[in-house]
């Protein structure tokens, strides 16, 4: 029973694969099934093999693990049983093999090394791969000196970097003092080594702050070299020379990358001018897709190197001088890789299978095996067990020999682990497939039944299906040996209930599912190419055929997303509207019928024009049909098959098919029928006596292709004739004729030889014989000796040599018109209004109308105007038309107070009867045109003076003038209407008592006894906007205001002198006496720390008074006198006594009046004047 099981679970389950190799299995990822499974222990995560860890935080390495029961786990360190239990620093996080180690405050380096870690559960030991744990280093630059660089312009150079070695290696990149990267290009670069070039220098290289800086990645430290000082001399300059290699040097050098790392080679060369660098491989070709040149073409990388990659790669420099080659021999080693990793088995007792490790490497990988993590040929051994290189044979395996086994392969570049378990079970049948499950699938798809299966040994499946028919593996059934059932086209008589069992020796189980077949979606009616204008609706259909069980749901995209957000777009059942249609609507529109089994589309585009659009051709149209065939001829039928052409990315939306009778019509095609693009026959119906050949043209979006190549010829036989001429008329073109016309047969129609028509007519309701003449090639018969406009039946019917065809249909027709012989009587006008009259007449008799009654013909003028003052000129004469037989109609658009004349005609279609008596009314007076003219003359200050002109149309006797008129303010909103009134012979008004500066807004109409005409309407300003524009009125130049100034000024000068004269006055009052005799001991000097006045000085000198501040020159202004209006008039305390004395202290006085009058008189200074600015 070699074979291999494999699920896969879930509702509508993909193919599952079986094979014959080898009778293993894998067990499902079901719980359930999990659920009491013994299974060994399996790596699920573990830290990389190399670890390099930031000092700075905890080492924490990973090591998870599942199986049944859970595993426990245990470390080794460099070879070595590592007790986590006894490091305090050490934390194994519980249920899981993951280490936490804290380093801080210790020496990380203890912590260093190798470790491996292992999980064991009763069936098995799992490993881990070996992990290399070290501590990133970022070591400081070795103290140097830099000697300065004196170099003379041309000259190559090299800066050398030599950063510290750390762990990983740091990133190398020049800077200067600010920061700020140095540039590279063609001719200055950095090395891979970290080292910069210069392929010549210039004396602009000259620079003191050349600084390698190194960046540390785990670490994120930066450290910097000592900067290096480069001066440029231009003394004696180096001239143009060859290019030369800087590096590598020679003319070879080697290089050796591993499998799947990136190989980078380069080449920087010396020279002036600076060279171009170049590569080839020698005897291959640089492969595009992992090429990759960096460095301005100086470093060449290939990424996941592999075998082929190995070989010569040549660099080539080049100047306009010459060129030099270096040559890199790259060889490609190779760790251990895959080629087949061992694979877990699940084997039932006594079954045999082997486990396979094939690896490859350069040099070629050593295999050990190992179980449990011992090594296998220290394992107690085992006979039913075999090594054979990179396979291991298990022979009859019992229950209890479940391991784990490892398979290391490894060479000088590297090493691989790999796991795999071997567990032996035995285990009744468990089908894994939910119960009762439904599929359902459209009609034509393929139906997959899941019968999911676990057992050990691995079950047998069988079908039956309505619980009685036994499924068998042949068409259309196939039966995999995963136990699922395929049914390749599944139909509607494939529904029904399916029933699975699965066997093995232990026991049986199975499981019940249905399938449900359903019709398929299908869009009958697809949406049509489109071509709209602007501003235009458009409408795209999309009629659906569904399973009556399944419900569809309609969706509409615009290039291939959904539709904009926008009320012009409605999508209704089976259609979409575009209202109001813009050039953004331009674009694909597809219509997606979805249910839950499957969905059909359609697309169609839309382009939006303007006035005469054309269509943009996106797709070409399809190529023509080909291999016509004729089959099943018959007298009026036939079937036409083909075969459709390439459609050029457009589906064929249908064929036309066309066809030329070569008996009648050689030469002209003729469109017979057209039929859906899905469509490759056609049932055509055929006419006697035709001699038919075929050709049919694709048709699709684009348009129709060109046409098929001829069919076969085929001719019908005759018959007689399946229909008459058709569009049978009599029309009289002389007073006593009668024309009978037809549309006669084509010779398609005549279905045979001979055709004639036989034309039958009699007068109506007066002759009851037909009156007959055979007619042949022709399509018109005359009678002669016609009454005049007589009504007559007439019909054609059409006969060749075979027999007659149908009874033709009757038509009547009328002979020959003449002239109408009488004119209307009893014409009368009544006036409506000024502008409108209603005609009245007699209609004439219906024989003298001698035809087809058209209507009535009005004929009127206006002869002159009532009120005699115009001008009178020739009026044309005008007409209406009254359609029908009519006796009154009404006359529009006349004008007011005038005098017409009217007769009427009657109107056949021959022409015109004699005229009626020429009648004559007038109109009564109208309201007046609009003056011809108003204008605005002589604007003033505030008065306007308003000039018209009467109106062109008086239309009556004028009776005046109304005027109205309102001003407007600055937001054009209208003031107070006022209304004057003018006889008609005034012309001219002055409005007075205007503002200024005024918008006003006039309306002047003209009025006769029937009441005002339209309004005529002028706006204007009053004089000073008219005059100056936006004018400002500067105050301050206006007299008044300049008067009214000097007049306040004068004012003030007077104030001034009472109050001078006041305060001298009252100086001189004997208050020294007074206070003398009294001796008031209240009234005390002042003294200069309180700041008032001690005793009162009648004197005119400029002493100062006692107790106040005398500025430094000694002197006191007497503008600067403390005396003010303010003090005397306002002063809190201070009063007059009876005798007309001051009595009252000065109180309240401010010292700051002193400190303003210094500062005042302060020479301004630079100091003061930068603080002022402060």
């Not at 575009?578 to 499957?598: E, H, P, Q, R």
């Amino acid at each position: 029973m070699d074979r291999i099981w494999k699920w896969v679970s879930g509702f509508g389950a993909v193919l599952l694969l079986l094979s014959h190799v080898t009778s293993g299995l894998e067990v499902p990822l079901d719980p359930k099934v999990l659920e009491g499974l013994p299974q060994p222990p399996t790596i699920t995560q573990q830290s990389p093999k190399d670890y390099i860890f930031d000092p700075r935080e905890n080492i924490v390495i990973r090591c998870e693990a599942k199986g049944k029961p859970h595993p426990s786990f245990s470390w080794t360190r460099n070879g070595s049983h590592f007790d986590v239990e006894e490091d305090p620093k050490v934390l194994m996080s519980p249920g899981s093999g993951t280490l936490t180690i804290d380093i801080s405050g210790e020496k990380a380096e203890a912590y260093e090394g190798m470790y491996q870690c292992r999980a064991q559960n009763q069936h098995g030991t799992a490993l881990s791969n070996k992990i290399f744990i070290r501590q990133s280093r970022s070591p400081l630059w070795s103290k140097e000196v830099n000697e300065p660089i004196m170099v003379q312009t041309g000259i190559s150079l090299v800066l050398h970097c030599r950063p510290p070695t750390g762990l990983p290696p740091p990133v190398i990149f020049w800077m200067d003092n600010n920061f700020q990267k140095l540039p590279l290009d063609r001719r200055v670069s950095q090395a891979l080594n970290g080292d910069l070039y210069f392929s010549n220098v210039l004396p602009e290289d000259t620079r003191s702050d050349y600084i390698c800086y190194a960046r540390f990645p785990h670490t994120q430290t930066i450290q910097q070299k000592q900067p290096i000082s480069v001066t440029v001399m231009n003394s004696s300059p180096e001239g143009d020379r060859r290019p030369g290699f800087m590096l590598p040097l020679g003319s070879t050098s080697t290089k050796m990358v591993l499998r799947g790392q990136t190989l980078a080679l380069e080449c920087i060369a010396e020279g002036l001018p600076t060279p171009s660098i170049s590569w080839h491989k020698i005897g291959g070709e640089l492969q595009s897709g992992r090429t990759v040149f960096y460095n301005f073409n100086k470093t060449l990388m290939i990424s996941n190197v592999n075998e082929g990659d190995a070989g010569d790669y040549r660099c080539t420099a080049t100047n306009k001088l010459g060129s030099v080659h270096h040559i890199i021999k790259v060889t490609v080693k190779a760790a251990p890789f895959w080629v087949s990793a061992p694979r877990n088995l699940i084997l039932a007792p006594n079954e045999t299978d082997s486990l396979t490790c094939r690896v490859d490497g350069d040099p070629k990988p050593n295999i050990s095996w190992f179980v449990n993590g011992i090594p296998i040929e220290n394992d107690p051994k085992d006979h039913s067990r075999k090594v054979e290189d990179d396979t291991v044979i298990l022979s009859n395996v019992q229950t209890g020999t479940s391991a784990v086994y490892q398979c290391n392969a490894s060479n000088e570049y590297g090493y691989l682990l790999a796991n795999a378990f071997v567990s032996v079970l035995a285990q009744r049948p468990r089908v894994l497939t939910p119960p009762n499950q439904v599929y359902r699938v459209i009609t034509n798809n393929p139906a997959l039944l899941d019968c999911s299966s676990f057992g050990s040994p691995i079950p047998t499946i069988t079908w039956f299906k309505d619980f009685q028919v036994s499924v068998r593996n042949a068409d259309p059934y196939v039966i995999h040996e995963n136990g699922s059932l395929e049914i390749n086209m599944a139909q509607p008589l494939h529904s029904g209930n399916y029933t699975c069992i699965a066997t093995n020796n232990l026991g049986r189980e199975e499981n019940h599912v249905s399938l449900e077949v359903k019709e398929p979606t299908r869009i009958l009616k697809q949406p049509e190419y489109r071509m709209v204008q602007r501003g235009m609706s458009v409408v795209f259909e999309c009629q659906v055929k569904h399973d009556s069980t399944l419900t569809p749901t309609m969706t509409w995209l615009k290039d291939s997303v959904e539709l904009p957000p926008d009320e012009r777009f409605v999508v209704s059942k089976e259609s979409l509207i575009i209202n109001d249609v813009i050039d953004d609507d331009k674009g694909t529109y597809t219509c997606i019928a979805n249910t839950i089994l499957d969905q059909d589309s359609a697309s169609a585009t839309l382009t939006v024009v303007e006035a005469t659009p054309t269509p943009a051709i996106v797709y070409e149209v399809p190529d023509p049909p080909t291999d016509l065939e004729l089959t099943d001829q018959t007298d009026r039928s036939i079937q036409l098959t083909w075969t459709p052409g390439d459609e050029h990315n457009s589906p064929v939306q249908s064929f036309l098919i066309q066809y030329e009778d070569l008996l009648h019509q050689p030469g002209v095609w003729v469109n017979l029928t057209e039929v859906p693009g899905s469509s490759i026959t056609a049932q055509l119906l055929l006419s006697p006596y035709v001699y038919y050949s075929f050709r049919v043209q694709a048709r699709n979006q684009v348009g129709y292709s060109q046409p098929s190549d001829s069919s076969a010829k085929y001719l019908t036989n005759p018959a007689p004739p399946d229909e008459n001429p058709s569009n049978v008329q009599g029309v009289g073109t002389k007073p006593d004729n009668l024309v009978i016309t037809w549309t006669p047969l084509t010779g398609f129609q005549s279905n045979g030889p001979g055709l004639k028509y036989k034309v039958h007519w009699r007068q109506k309701d007066v002759e009851k014989d037909w009156s007959s003449v055979n007619v042949t090639n022709s399509s018109h018969f005359i009678v002669t000796g016609t009454q005049t406009y007589v009504p007559y039946e007439i019909k054609v019917q059409a006969f060749n040599d075979y027999n007659h065809g149908p009874e033709p249909e009757v038509v009547i027709g009328y002979s020959g018109e003449d002239v109408p012989l009488s004119a209307p009587d009893d014409v009368q006008v009544k006036v409506h209004n000024s502008t409108l009259a209603e005609v009245h007449w007699e209609p004439v008799p219906t024989q003298s109308v001698r035809g087809k009654l058209q209507g009535y013909k009005l004929y009127y003028r206006r002869e002159r105007g009532l009120h005699g003052t115009e001008e009178e000129f020739d009026q044309q004469e005008q007409h209406l038309t009254f359609n029908g037989n009519r006796s009154e109609g009404m006359l529009p658009g006349l004008q007011p107070y005038s005098v017409y004349s009217l007769y009427i005609k009657v109107l056949n279609s021959k022409g015109e009867g004699p005229p009626s008596p020429i009648l004559t009314f007038e109109t009564p007076e109208g309201v007046p045109g609009p003056p011809s003219f108003l204008r605005v003359i002589n604007p003033g200050l505030n008065s306007l003076t308003l000039n018209w002109g009467p109106p062109v149309n008086n239309y009556g006797r004028l009776t005046g003038y109304t005027l109205n008129f309102q001003p407007v303010n600055t937001t054009n909103e209208l003031g107070p209407l006022r209304k004057f009134s003018f006889k008609a012979n005034e012309t001219t008004f002055t409005l007075s008592s205007l503002n200024s500066s005024v918008l006003y807004k006039f309306y002047l109409s003209a009025t006769t006894v029937r009441g005002p005409g339209p309004n005529i309407t002028e706006e204007a300003y009053t004089a000073m906007d008219i005059a100056v524009p936006n004018r400002q009125i500067d105050i301050a130049t206006q007299g008044w205001f300049i008067g009214l100034m000097c007049a306040i000024a004068l004012l003030i000068l007077v104030l001034l002198i009472v109050c001078f004269i006041k305060r001298n006055k009252g100086g001189k009052y004997p208050v020294k006496e007074k206070e003398d005799a009294h001796q008031d001991p209240e009234i005390q000097p002042m003294k200069e720390d309180d700041g008032t006045f001690g005793e009162y000085s009648d004197t005119e000198d400029h002493k100062p008074l006692k107790g106040s501040r005398t500025p430094s020159n000694g002197t006191v202004r007497r503008d600067e006198s403390d005396d003010s209006l303010v003090d005397y008039g306002e002063g809190g305390d201070g009063q007059f006594n009876e005798d007309g004395s001051f009595i009252g202290q000065y109180s309240g006085k401010k010292e700051k009046d002193t400190h303003e009058g210094n500062e005042s008189s302060e020479a301004p200074s630079p100091v003061n004047a930068m603080n002022s600015f402060v």
